[in-house]
C-alpha cells in the first residue's frame, strides 16, 4: 500500500528552467509535508515543509505548493542549478496519535543540465 | 557538531548471519529512528526509540530490534538475514516535540546479504 504517490520518476531540465515533483497522499490524517534532497553515497537532507494550514511556502529557489482537497502537493525549483542535481523524495506524516514515521514517495530523480 | 554518524558504511553478510548496525545521534538529540532505503526506492520507516524504549514501529517483522543506550545513541539488529534485508540502512535522530519534523540522517549502511 503506497500511501504517498510521486511523479515523475526521472525528470531532465535545463539550467534556469523550473523543474516541477508532484506528489499525491491518500490519508486525510497527514499534516506535515516535508521534501527531503539526497545525493548519491549520503542521507536524505530536509529542504522545506508545509502543513495544510498554509496553500504555499517558500524558502529560498524552492517552493511548496499544496491543494488540500485534492490532497495533493508539489515542490517547484525556481533558478535551477547544475547543483541542484539529485534525488528528491516527498514525505508526509500525522502528528496526532503519536510518531509514526515519515512515510515517503518513491522518489524523482532530477538532472539539471549546464 | 558530526551531526549523525553511522556505522560501519558498509557491510556484506550471508543468508541467515545476524548483523547489528550502530548509530550516534547529531549532538542535542535524544530520539533515534530508523528507516530501510531499497535501490531505487524512498525510505521505510522501522522503529523509532525515545528514553531507550521502542516507541513505534513500522510494518517490519521481529527479525528487526533495536536498542537505545542511556547516551542516545542506538543500534539496530537484524536477525537471519534475507536476501531482501539487502539495503541502505539510515539512522535519523530529532529532538522528541519534533520527531518528525526536523529528522537530521546519517549516511547510511550499505548492507549487502549474499
Known amino acids: 500500500q503506497q500511501q504517498v504517490k510521486q511523479s515523475p520518476q526521472s525528470l531532465i531540465v535545463q539550467k534556469g528552467g523550473i523543474p516541477i515533483i508532484n506528489c499525491a497522499y491518500e490519508?486525510?490524517?497527514?499534516?506535515?509535508f516535508p521534501w527531503y534532497q539526497q545525493f548519491p553515497g549520503k542521507g536524505p537532507a530536509l529542504l522545506i515543509a508545509i502543513r495544510p494550514d498554509v496553500s504555499e511556502k517558500k524558502e529560498g529557489r524552492f517552493t511548496i505548493s499544496f491543494n488540500k482537497s485534492a490532497k495533493q502537493f508539489s515542490l517547484h525549483i525556481m533558478d535551477s542549478q547544475p547543483g541542484d542535481s539529485a534525488t528528491y523524495f516527498c514525505a508526509a506524516s500525522s502528528s496526532g496519535g503519536g510518531a509514526d514515521g515519515l512515510t515517503f514517495g518513491k522518489g524523482t530523480h532530477l538532472i539539471i543540465q549546464p | 557538531d558530526a551531526g549523525v554518524t553511522q556505522s560501519p558504511t558498509h557491510l556484506i553478510k550471508t543468508r541467515g548471519q545476524q548483523v547489528t548496525l550502530r548509530c550516534s545521534p547529531k549532538?542535542?538529540?535524544?530520539?533515534v529512528s530508523w528507516y530501510q532505503q531499497a535501490l531505487g526506492q524512498g525510505p521505510q520507516f522501522i522503529f523509532q526509540y525515545y528514553e531507550e524504549e521502542e516507541r513505534q514501529r513500522g510494518n517490519f517483522p521481529d527479525r528487526f530490534s533495536g536498542h537505545q543506550f542511556p547516551n542516545y545513541s542506538s543500534e539496530l539488529n537484524v536477525n537471519a538475514l534475507l536476501l531482501g534485508d539487502s539495503a541502505l540502512y539510515l539512522c535519523?535522530?530529532?529532538?522528541?516535540?519534533?520527531?518528525?519534523?526536523?529528522?537530521?540522517f546519517g549516511s547510511g549502511t550499505q548492507l549487502s546479504v549474499l
Open positions: 490519508n486525510t490524517a497527514f499534516d506535515y
Open positions: 549532538s542535542g538529540h535524544d530520539t
Open positions: 535519523a535522530s530529532s529532538l522528541t516535540y519534533e520527531v518528525n519534523e526536523k529528522l537530521f
